[in-house]
C-alpha cells in the first residue's frame, strides 16, 4: 500500500499535468471499483425496476482484481454516512490469469506436445 510519501509525490505529478482545478483524492482500487460501479446503470428486470440494492448503507462486499500474475481481494463496507471502509486486504502472487494460462497451455504440451502445439499458433 502507498504510504504518505507515495501519495503526495502522485498529486504533485497529477498538479504537473495540470491536473489542479479540482481536489485530487488518491483512493484504492477497489475503492474507484465501487464508486464506478456504484453508479453504473442495470438493465431492467421483469418487473420494470432497474434497482440492485448491493451498495445500501451498512453494506459488505468483496471486490475481487485478478490480474496477470497476481489476484487481489479487498473487503469494503459502507459506513451509515456513506463513506468506504476497508474491513480487509489479501494478495497471492503467482496465481491470477497469465499464470493460470500459461499452467493450461504446458498442461496441453505435456498431453499433445510442442509441435502439435505449434502449429495452433
Known sequence: MWG??????????AKKAGIDKTPIAIVLESEAAYIFYKELPVEKFEDGSNKIDVFSLGQIYLVLNAEDETIDTTVLKVSPE??????????????GGAVVD????????DIVG???M???R
Do not use: H
Open 82 to 95: 456513506g463513506k468506504v471502509n476497508v474491513l480487509r486486504r489479501a494478495s497471492w502472487e503467482n496465481c
Open 102 to 109: 500459461n499452467a493450461f497451455k504446458k498442461f496441453f504440451i
Open 114 to 116: 510442442e509441435k502439435f
Open 4 to 13: 504518505d510519501p507515495e501519495k503526495q509525490f502522485m498529486i504533485q505529478a
Open 118 to 120: 505449434d502449429s495452433f
